[in-house]
């Protein structure tokens, strides 16, 4: 399979890939604030020129496990791709709890030294690589089982 990771905001989408081990940055996707039509028309470009057979989408719950409106943000995100591009559905959208992954992906480029500048161009890309990286370790954790 080749994965996706996406780390949904509400105006720039963080990207990255994997073909099932090692997941990589890909880049980040802007747009207008909550303009998913626009957003999901430039993810699709990335999905058809990758090959991707599978999206996994950070999904952010609150510190008590609730889903707030965040979280409901990526819902209607899931709803509104599924709509425009229907082979995209619950078989091959996988939301994987991201608690935390924007402030470690903060924490690595700090601890790596990066600059103000170059963290805020790559801190969404690494998120996202953040979130695809726990959903490869939670598959691999159930093959092992």
């Not at 020129?49 to 008590?64: E, F, H, S, W």
Request: charged share 20%; hydrophobic share 45%; aromatic share 8%.
């Amino acid at each position: 399979m080749k994965y996706i990771g996406i780390d949904l905001g509400a105006k720039t989408m963080g990207l990255a890939i994997s073909s099932g081990i090692v997941a990589n940055p890909l880049g980040t996707i802007r747009f207008e604030e909550y303009d998913f039509e626009v957003a999901i028309n430039l993810l699709n470009q990335y999905l058809v020129d990758n090959q991707i057979t599978a999206i996994v989408i950070g999904y952010p719950l609150n510190m008590n496990s609730s889903a707030g409106h965040r979280a409901e943000m990526v819902d209607y995100f899931i709803e509104v791709l599924s709509t425009i591009y229907p082979q995209w559905n619950d078989n091959n959208i996988f939301k994987v709890d991201e608690r935390l992954t924007t402030r470690m992906a903060k924490a690595i480029m700090i601890e790596a030294d990066i600059s103000r500048k170059k963290q805020k161009q790559s801190k969404d890309s690494l998120a996202a690589q953040l979130i695809l990286e726990t959903y490869l370790a939670q598959i691999d954790n159930k093959s092992l089982n």
